[in-house]
């Protein structure tokens, strides 16, 4: 198809005309003879409209010939490839890409404005040599990062690029039998990115299936749940070891929000980071979580136990000040306290129950236990 020059709207200067197409690995296949048949200003892009230059090759044998249906500089603005519209780093779907970095690029949708945004961009990419892109890479985090990582294919789909299903074959009216060029076997890859979906959604990243589905794969990796209590702001690190010093805590730490307290533990290899803000605190487990290496060193993230539910002990032993530390047993009571005043068993914590964040644990005695009024029966909660 070659669009004649007096239907297109737009200017011709701003027409591409490309030496090579902008591809992932997946679409230019693995035949190391490609021939790359190319179209001057053969087809209008998808997304911009403007007529670009299109190119058309096989990608592998058996597979169906592919092309590019967007513009080098659509392609550019949001780093896709130019015929799967998949992320060409990760791979994956613009929408996910976008939701794990947290950005929305609003590229006007509205002719005149994105010819003019389209155009704007272009210069800017020339400038800078044609590293540019509309994305944001840069500013990345090491968990964002990590997420992408973790959702993408390792290796190249090339099973994307077979025939498409014979939709005669479907009908079960396929009469070309083992000539037909097309697949004889029932849809079976919902992974399929190209299969239903209309490509401006998929290129601006709006109600993508494929998306949803990966997005509700990274919902099930595993993460720190942050406690219902939301006055607990403290994180536990564990995996301190005497290389890692006070400061090079803080200086990780702060990044995410003003820090409170921090107390460094070298002796059962921990560290307690309080932020002066939930919010802080949020972001820096969901950070750094399974991810955070100082001087080589791995360092293990949890949140803090809040301390009402450090039961054992109770005494006013000045230790159990500090939050509790998983796998470590408790503060142990001093033994003479012990003995003048055994605490007895504490009730099993609920949680929810708006204990007081912060403060010596409570201590029950028979007395003044809440739960065991009127129960008369030692230990049969346990
Ligand atoms: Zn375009
Ligand atoms: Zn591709
Ligand atoms: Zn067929």
Redesign the pocket.
Known sequence: MTLSLGNNPYNRMSWEDADFPILCQTCLGDNPYLRMMKEKYGSECNICQRPFTVFRWCPGKGMRYKSTIVCQTCSKMKNVCQTCLLDLEYGLPVQVRDNVLGQKHDIPKSLVNREYYTQNMEVAMTEAGGSVSGLDLLGMTQSQNDQLRKLRRHEPYYKRNAPHI?S??LKGE?K?GEE?P?R?EKPSDPDDPLSSQNIRDRYYGNNDPVADKLMKKLSRLPKLEPPEDPNITTLYVGNVMEAITDKDLRDFFYQYGEIRNLKLVHKQHCAFVEYTTRQAAELAADQSFNKVTLHGIRLNVRWAKPQSKQKEGGTGDPREKLPFVPGLPGALPLPEKLLLQPPMEIPPVHLGLGAPPMGPPPVYYPSQDPTRLGSGKHGSQY
């Open positions: 014979c005669f074959y396929c070309r037909c097309y004889h």
